[in-house]
């Protein structure tokens, strides 16, 4: 298992990225998203059943493992939570596309023998569309969908969306309530298009 | 819709849902003007905002979901791509691993309805000239090639900033991984030899030299042992056939292996004397490399082979390795093929690939004769061996030689008992046509979708419950021509499924070798639908292959689920199972398993799986 990066590369990458950097992002990436698994399955490991691993917790547990904290600053915790909620956001995304796939499609709905998927709660359909539409969004809307993945995928509250997009809180809100009417109006088919 | 017309919504939206319901109309009627257009796209949206507040539409936050599944060893960053995922026209079915360059997957070619495998370059080496240089390399050289010891290149291109490569999918090892640091049998040695030198003959016709053949390049496909050489990745085209005086053009890869010695260690072996130097290479530096691979493959040893790389390169320049015969007992003409390959210098070597492969040839033809010759004598004259040295010329052909060789025509294990291999084999009388068929049924339990219990077998059917999740397992002892089709309970002209073959399960071959379990399906399970009745599974198992069933293969896919929906084909698949009751097999119950048997090469059984 690889070892831990140690926190002044991180605490680099995120000031890079906040700097405009992209390709710091690229790196972060595998990094967070090591750590992340690597916490979530200890924990897993430790918990009694039945006993749910908070995301949210997981990720403020990682960001205290992997920052600096020395030369914190609160812009890099806010970016450490948008790279996470991008990590989270295509973990489901990924998990909803295996899913979908080991279902049958189209044409098939005559035939009684089907291949089942081990893990099933299905959203998945929905939770797929919602991402589409949320890439739609992004296109048109940049701003607006980077609200929702921090607020649905990262789990951040509107002051931590504001301090990682430079707005205001009363801004998150408004950007939130036109980007969860238009997603709910392409998600229900009642498309404005 | 366009930035500007969302921009315009969003404005006139976001202070409208700030006002009573009358306000509201007022307010969105002396924003929109005539616009009716935009009056309905804002009009559309407020009601959404309020029946999303009424629906708790995304109230939750989904991250929660996610931190569970990070758990989840199946979800590895490390695969840029995930099963399931569409990428251009290919559907992503299964990672097979990563290599130097990036990942590897195996993927259905929509278009064309094929499996292929998928080699997506990681996005940090897109960056790096040199090696993005080397795949396009690769991907041109292949496809200039078309051979059938030579992987087929299908596509090369780029699907959302990814370069990837398509190229034809082995279900293999390679020649690295079979070897595993032992040796081959000769008959197998010689098979994948020749079929290396097949594929650089046509290489070099083209005039194009691998520069890198190792075993780890060499790919065996696991059901008929098809030899494939890959990675023209360092490939050279060379304009003359031989040439003489120029230098090489392209140090680029002798520096590769000169910086890194660390890492490439491996490849160092197979290098010929004139590429340690960074000396011109043309054809001959492929025949050393092959050369090298033979002694590998005959001896389980590497003729040069030093502690480091500086090491090894002295004894590629200047040792004459142990010759063939003082390690292994192997045929003193293998030892002038293997050891003519790996002279020092390349005019001592042989000149093509062609007439090594000529010698090659000429040798396992004469071993074949030994061994028939031996058997047939074994059966007249006991004292056949004393009278055949005689009448042979050559004085290398000794006893166990011939004993080498008839345990690697007739699959014997050898080289440490050749001793013993001497007793005369008899040929097995030809056995009546007869087809068997084993098979077993796994059930996994489900609850609230969730597997629960450990997964228990079944000899064969039993009633089963709903939430019984089951795999279906079918061996035989006689490699043959295996088709699954799936029957619903659906009263009419039936149906079917294409269960078997399908491009996970087998490769998409519908031939089978014997011995080999066939999980069905191989990665998950089959579910019952709520219908109950009985589905029938058929299986169809031939000693040739089935031509009127071949076609069932283009319908598997999950996607569709393997549903025929051609009627024609639908027609001929029926006839076919109706004959079915004229010759049933027998079917035994055993403990463990049911055995079916059917006199004739094809054996056609329907399993029926009852559910409620």
Known sequence: ?193 | MTPERWQQISRIFKSAILLDNEARAAYVESQCGRDDSLRVEVEKLIDSHGKADADEFMNGVAAEAAAPLLTNDEVRRQEILNKGQRFGSYIILDSLGSGGMGEVYLARDTRLDRTVALKVLSPDITEDKRRMQRFRQEAKVASSLNQSNILTVFEFGEVDGLTFLATEYIDGETLRDHLHGKRLRLGEMLDISMQVLAALDAAHEARIVHRDIKPENVMLRRHDQVVKVLDFGLAKVTENRYPTLEHDSDPEAITEFRTAPGVIMGTINYMSPEQAQAKEIDERTDIWSTGVIMYEMVTGKQPFRGSTTSHTIVQILEKDPVPLTKLVEAPAELERIVMKAIAKKPGERYQTAKDMLTDLRRLKKRLEMDAELDQTASLVVPAKKDLRRQKKQVAVVVAIEIAVALAAIFGVTLWKSSHKTTSPLVTTPEAPAERTLTYWITVQKFKNNNPYQDPFTLAGEINFEANYHIRVNVRSPQSGYLYILNEGPASGSPEYNVVFPTSTANNGASLVPAGETVLIPKTSWLRFDKQQGVEKLWLVFSEDVLTELEPIKKFAGIETGGLITDPALNKSIKDLLDRNSATKPAVEKGDSLTTLKAGGKLLIYPIKLEHH
């Open chain 1, 1 to 193: 298992m690889a070892k831990t990066p140690p926190q002044h590369e991180i605490t680099q990458l995120l000031a890079q990225w906040r700097e405009g950097n992209q390709s710091a992002l690229d790196e972060l990436y595998p990094l967070v998203y090591d750590e992340l698994h690597r916490l979530a399955r200890r924990y897993m490991s430790r918990e009694r059943k039945g006993h749910t691993l908070q995301t949210t917790a997981l990720i403020n547990e990682a960001y205290v493992r992997l920052v600096d904290q020395k030369n914190v600053a609160w812009a890099n915790r806010s970016h450490f939570f948008a790279i996470s909620a991008q990590i989270m956001r295509r973990i489901l995304i990924d998990h909803a596309r295996r899913h979908q796939y080991a279902k049958r499609g189209g044409g098939a709905q005559q035939v009684s023998l089907e291949e089942a998927a081990i893990v099933v709660p299905d959203q998945s359909g929905e939770l797929l569309r919602l991402d589409e539409a949320l890439k739609s969004l992004a296109e048109m809307d940049p701003r607006r969908s980077q609200v929702v993945e921090l607020r649905y995928f990262g789990g951040l509250n509107n002051e931590e969306i504001a301090g990682v997009l430079h707005i205001s809180e009363n801004t998150v809100t408004r950007d939130w309530n036109m980007a969860r009417a238009w997603l709910y109006q392409q998600l229900t088919g009642s498309g404005a298009n």
